[in-house]
């Protein structure tokens, strides 16, 4: 009967030194995976950050030298975004480049290309140059429905911004940026989807332009453990 209750009791206690040891651990997993969850908050938001900077350096130096030449151009200081109207650059309508536009993106191209590949620091990190064209929503005569008027817009805005791209390289901008260039650029037509709103309402003129746009390179593992042991 004694050796019975000694050999319950055994079993007991190794259960609950099972169950104290699984209890620690998974409190342990916890701790660490918490951990682990906050420092790579922290570790991106920094890398986030950082793109921003990248951004900012660009656009405030664009917009400096821009100023200095007297060269008109929207510039969003905090995004790096450029927005070129489509009055400077094409008659209406159209997607041929008008004899103000090449003049105008002669003097603009080699300013925006200085601004992004002259800091190797910066350009190493830039992913792609995007340049968008935007069309307004006034519908065509005779258009069609909206989804044809939309593939319409499509047409002419992916049109312009290839026209802008194709033009570049016949700028005098540095040749030596020529084999980044090539990697880098990117052609997108957005038709009438983001159109630019004032008071709640379409500016059809502002709407109808020309951006381009930086994206960053996105941050890797090795970025991410790097920015951690800052």
């Known amino acids: 009967m004694i050796k019975g209750r000694l050999n319950r009791t055994s079993n007991e206690t190794q259960e609950n030194v099972f169950w104290i040891t699984m209890t620690d ?37 664009l917009a400096k030298t821009l100023k200095e030449k007297n060269i008109d151009a ?75 008027q ?10 312009r911004a290839n026209e802008v791209a194709k033009y570049i390289f016949y700028t005098p901008y540095n040749k030596s940026y020529s084999n980044k260039l090539h990697k880098m650029l990117l052609v997108e037509g957005k038709s009438f989807s983001e159109p630019v709103l004032v008071n709640g309402k379409e500016d059809y003129a502002k709407s109808r332009r020309v951006e381009l746009e930086l994206n960053i390179k996105s941050s890797n593992l090795q970025d991410f453990m790097g920015i951690l042991k800052k």
């Open 25 to 61: 651990l998974l409190l342990g997993l916890s701790v660490i995976f918490i951990v682990l969850f906050v420092l790579a908050m922290t570790g991106f938001s920094q890398a986030k950050l950082q793109e921003q900077t990248i951004k900012s350096e660009v656009a405030k130096d």
């Open 74 to 148: 929207q510039i969003d200081l905090t995004t790096g975004n450029v927005k070129l109207s489509d009055v400077q650059l094409f008659e209406l309508g159209s997607w041929e480049l008008s004899d103000a536009g090449k003049q105008f993106l002669n003097k603009f191209i080699p300013i925006y290309l200085n601004a992004v590949f002259e800091n190797d620091k910066i350009s190493d990190k830039v992913e792609n140059i995007v340049i968008q064209g935007h069309t307004d929503s006034q519908l065509f005569a005779g258009g069609g429905d909206k989804n044809i």
């Open 150 to 159: 939309f593939v319409k817009n499509m047409e002419l805005s992916t049109k």
